[in-house]
Every structure is written in structure tokens, then in C-alpha cells.
């Protein structure tokens, strides 16, 4: 079971520093959503864990890793299909979404990423007296 | 301005070699891509995505680098026979029991096969293959024979 990865990088009322050159790649998301919150999962294979950064500003939640992928292939090269550079991702968060409540999980390549929904907009049942 | 006569025939002489070059450029990209170094018999019909590949041949192997994040180890199958290197296996997609509704699905999930027909022998019994961050990479050491040698010029 991979361990919670909680040592989230917040950067509150700053904005994500610019990305500084090179070739960056989006890696694909999938979005689930759940009762009382979503899951974002990432594909970001070669991803290292201790280089990836998740910080949320004003509202953008941003997902980064730097050079995730290797650079000049040695020798002579029959296939290359893997592309070069970094991941690089943006979420725009509502104001359903409870900014502090965030939680990331990096295993094989693949970050998820769980979100909660803030108290109001979660569904609420309503008993009948 | 002086009358030239006007000869049907030499206008369309340049036709057919136009076409003819665009032709044998067609065949050659054809040729390369069904008899080339290393030919790809990927098998649209039982893969559901197809993983990305980097392969590269030094002096004395070849390195294959797969990514297939999310993949367990236990359900990718690495095979070797004759000449052959498949890898195939299968992306789960989590059983999210707990989920409403997907929003997005950008990511690819279902049955994978790649293969790889190597242009020179490997010791089969030497490959290696390891599975970091989602990045499978096999290396394939090349058989004795297969390595270039130096042969010495005798001079008499």
C-alpha cells in the first residue's frame, strides 16, 4: 500500500513560480467524482517521488515534475517515441473545494490526488420529523 | 517571338518520372517500415492502448524503456523466442466503489502487446529487466557472436 504523501508544498496567496524552459508534457488526468470529494489520478510515469511538487494558489492547483523524463538517448536509437521534458499540469479549483484538504499519493508513475469537497456543497440528507 | 512547335509527347515525358519518384518514395517508406532494422508487429487487434517505447543499441546490448504507469509488476509478461521480444500485460483501472461519477478519463487503461523483432542475437538467459516510477526498462545483452569485432589483417 503506498503511504500518504502529506508533505505537501502550499504556497497560499503566492502564484505558482513560472516554469522555467525546456519541453514540458501534460500528463493525462482522470477525474472521479465522490460523494464527499474528488480524485484526480495522473499518469506521470518516471516521475521521481521526491521531485514532484503540488501547490495550490488562488485557486490553481498545480502539478509539477521537473526533467521527469531522461534527456539524449545513448547509443544508436531505433525507436523513440517517449517524450522529452517535464510534466506540468493546472487544475482551477471551484469554491466547492476545500483548499486545505488535500491529499497526494505517488506510486508507479502514477499520482493521485484527493480533493474535498467544503462542508456546503456536500449532499446533505434532511430527516423527516 | 519565335513559333515552337508544340510536342504533346514532351510535355507529359515529365509527368510520369514526377510521378514515378513520388511512387518509389512510397514503396520505400513501406519497405522500411515491414522489413526495417526492427520490426514492429504491434497487434492493433488485442492492444487497448499502446505504451510508448524508447529502444537504443549500444556496442554490446540493446535497452528497451516502456512506460506504463499504473501497471503492476505481476501483470506484465516479458517474453524472449526466437528473435522475438514481447511485453505484454494489463492496466487495471482502480475499483472505485466509492465514485459517483468520472468527469474526465484522459488516461488509457485495458490489454497491451508489444513486439519487437531484434536484429541481433541476445543471451536470453541475461536479460534484465527492472520497473521504476512506471518505466519498465529490459536490457538485452547481445550474444558473443553478434558483438563487432576487430579482426586483425594478417600481412604477409
Redesign the interface.
Known sequence: MSETNNALVKHNGETPAPFDGGPVAVP????????DGY?L?L???????GEISVTVAEGTLAVKAPLAR?GA???????????RGSYERFFTLGEGIDRDGIEAQYD???LTLRLRKSEAVKPKEITIR | MSLVRWNPVRDLSAFPSDVLSMRKEINRLFDNFFQGDLADTTSAFTSAWVPAVDIAEHEGDFVVRMELPGVKKEDVKITMQEGVLTVKGEKRQEKESKGLDYHRVERSYGSFQRSFTLPTAVKSENIDASFTDGVLQIALPKAEEAKPKQIDVRVK
Not at chain 1, 499518469?43 to 517521488?49: C, E, I, K, L, V
Not at chain 1, 545513448?74 to 517524450?83: A, C, F, P, Q, S
Open positions: 493525462p488526468a482522470d477525474v472521479l467524482e465522490e460523494n480524485v489520478t499518469d506521470m510515469p518516471g516521475a521521481r517521488r531522461p538517448l545513448d547509443g544508436r536509437v531505433l525507436y523513440r517515441e517517449i517524450v508507479n508513475g502514477v
